[in-house]
C-alpha cells in the first residue's frame, strides 16, 4: 500500500486493516516491521530511524509497551520494560560514557529502588526520586 503521504506497508491485512506480519516504511526513513492488529503495532517488533536508533521488543496499541531493548544513535542503550512509549518499570540503562543504573523506572526517570555505577568505580545504591537520589541510600567512592 502506497499512502498518499508517501508512506509504505507491506503485509497482511483483515478487513481492509494492518493484521498480522508487515513493514511500515515511513517517507523520513524510519521502518516498522513486525505484527498488527486493527492498524496499530501489537506483538513483537522492531522499529528504526535513519539516524541509527533501534527498538526491538514489545507493542501494545501502538505503543512501545512490555519489554524491550532502545538503543540511541550515541550508543547508549536501555535494556527492560516500556509503557506507553516511555522508559517505565525495571531495567538497565547504560550511557556512552560506562555509568550505568539498574533499577526502577517512571516516565524515562530513575524512580524508586536502584543501582548507579560509574566507569572509576564509584557506586550509589538507594532511593531516586525523578532522576536524583533522595530518600535512604550508600554511596561509595
Known amino acids: 500500500m502506497l499512502y498518499e503521504s508517501g508512506d509504505i506497508y507491506e503485509g497482511e491485512y483483515k478487513n481492509g486493516k494492518t493484521n498480522g506480519k508487515g513493514t511500515y516504511i515511513h517517507i523520513d526513513g524510519t521502518t516498522y516491521t513486525g505484527y498488527w492488529e486493527m492498524d496499530k503495532q501489537n506483538g513483537k517488533g522492531m522499529e528504526s530511524w535513519p539516524d541509527g536508533a533501534r527498538y526491538e521488543g514489545d507493542y501494545i496499541d501502538g505503543n512501545k509497551s512490555g519489554k524491550g531493548y532502545f538503543r540511541w544513535a550515541d550508543g547508549s542503550e536501555y535494556i527492560g520494560e516500556f509503557k ?11 550511557w556512552i560514557d560506562g555509568k550505568k543504573y539498574e533499577g526502577e523506572w517512571a516516565n524515562y526517570k530513575m524512580h524508586g529502588k536502584g ?4 566507569s572509576d568505580g564509584k557506586r550509589y545504591e538507594g532511593q531516586y526520586v525523578e532522576d536524583k537520589k533522595e530518600g ?3 554511596f561509595e567512592w
Open 115 to 118: 543501582v548507579l555505577t560509574w
Open 84 to 94: 506507553d512509549n516511555s522508559i517505565h518499570g525495571k531495567g538497565a540503562y547504560t
Open 136 to 138: 535512604y541510600g550508600v
